[in-house]
């Protein structure tokens, strides 16, 4: 692959190529030394056109620790504040020869269209309600280390699936590695057709949560609704917050996830969220720079054998 634009267009060994290497650099991240030379020589381009802290933080980090030179771009003070274009934008960064750019954009679409302008390698960072893809793959890797495997589990994802990249990039990759899904929401967070992507779906917590090894809670992502129904906090952590009393509907052994930033009290105890025995939110930041890291060095490769073709 050229680019990493969703995880729409990864094949199952696609997903576990970049896991298994994700794993290498998950063990050098936590050497004392934990350089690696990958990305020696190359340019890489952060454009946040949205707010982000462990994408960024992590995307930047992964550059780093494999020697790329990393830029992040200020898109705050950039001259898209006067008016030019996310394609002039990505033109003119072009004309200084990135090799990788990765982009985050409040608009479903953008990055797609981004990348059939430049000639470097694009790495989508999540653009609007439509795929995150690195995202979705540090959650894949943190449930393999977890529970041993990424296949017949079942998976539960829960909140505000209608606005949310994360779950829609983790439905693809989970139904690619044929787990069973099971969505839980109100019905206005719940996307129209949603059963057709081979998904269960459920409005109530304690029978949709019954017997899963993993819970996926979401944000309630108000930037989105566009002056949509946006629900009252406190009935919504009675009736979708996970606590300890819903959480005893899983099994047992159950991990609780979380792709941040997390609102505690709305869709998630804070206690719980912090319970390592069960929450592997942090593990979660974790795998982010080693699955980027991973993402990053295979679309290194693929650029440098073509140049050599
Ligand atoms: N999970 C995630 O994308 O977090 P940020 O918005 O902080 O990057």
């Known amino acids: 692959h050229r680019h990493l634009l969703g995880i729409e267009h990864l094949a199952p060994s696609d997903i576990t190529a970049i896991l298994d290497l994700a794993d290498t650099y998950a063990d050098l991240n936590r050497?004392?030394?934990?350089?690696?030379?990958?990305?020696?020589?190359?340019?890489?381009?952060?454009m946040f056109f949205e707010n982000s802290t462990r994408t960024q933080a992590s995307f930047e980090l992964a550059g780093m620790r494999l020697g790329a030179?990393?830029?992040?771009?200020?898109?705050?003070?950039?001259?898209?504040?006067?008016?030019?274009?996310?394609?002039?934008?990505?033109?003119?960064?072009?004309?200084?020869?990135?090799?990788?750019?990765?982009?985050?954009?409040?608009?479903?679409?953008?990055?797609?269209?981004?990348?059939?302008?430049?000639?470097?390698?694009?790495?989508?960072?999540?653009?609007?309600?439509?795929?995150?893809?690195?995202?979705?793959?540090?959650?894949?890797?943190t449930i393999r280390?977890?529970?041993?495997?990424?296949?017949?589990?079942?998976?539960?994802?829960?909140?505000?699936?209608?606005?949310?990249?994360?779950?829609?990039?983790?439905?693809?990759?989970?139904?690619?590695?044929?787990?069973?899904?099971?969505?839980?929401?109100p019905?206005?967070?719940?996307?129209?057709?949603?059963?057709?992507?081979?998904?269960e779906v459920y409005q109530d917590m304690a029978a949709g949560l019954e017997g899963v090894d993993v819970v996926m809670m979401l944000r309630l992502q108000k930037e989105r609704m566009d002056g949509g129904f946006i629900p009252s906090e406190r009935e919504y952590y009675h009736r979708y917050g996970l606590?300890?009393?819903?959480?005893?509907c899983a099994r047992e052994d159950a991990i609780v996830m979380h792709p941040g930033p997390m609102n505690r009290g709305v869709e998630i105890d804070g206690t719980l969220a912090?319970?390592?025995?069960?929450?592997?939110?942090?593990?979660?930041?974790?795998?982010?720079?080693?699955?980027?890291?991973?993402?990053?060095?295979?679309?290194?490769?693929?650029l440098r054998n073509r140049a050599a073709a």
């Open 31 to 46: 050497q004392s030394d934990k350089h690696g030379t990958a990305l020696a020589g190359l340019t890489q381009i952060n």
């Open 69 to 141: 030179d990393v830029m992040n771009m200020s898109m705050q003070t950039s001259s898209v504040k006067k008016g030019e274009t996310l394609i002039d934008t990505a033109m003119t960064l072009n004309a200084m020869h990135p090799d990788l750019l990765v982009v985050r954009h409040p608009h479903s679409g953008a990055v797609d269209l981004l990348a059939q302008k430049v000639n470097c390698a694009v790495l989508n960072a999540g653009d609007g309600r439509h795929e995150h893809p690195t995202q979705a793959l540090l959650d894949a890797l």
């Open 145 to 185: 280390r977890a529970k041993g495997r990424l296949h017949r589990l079942n998976i539960a994802i829960c909140g505000d699936i209608a606005h949310s990249r994360v779950a829609r990039s983790n439905i693809l990759l989970l139904g690619k590695m044929e787990n069973r899904i099971r969505l839980i929401g």
């Open 187 to 199: 019905p206005t967070l719940m996307p129209a057709g949603i059963a057709d992507f081979g998904v």
């Open 243 to 248: 606590d300890a009393e819903k959480l005893a």
């Open 274 to 302: 912090d319970d390592i025995n069960r929450s592997v939110i942090q593990d979660q930041v974790e795998m982010g720079v080693a699955v980027r890291m991973a993402a990053m060095d295979l679309l290194a490769r693929n």
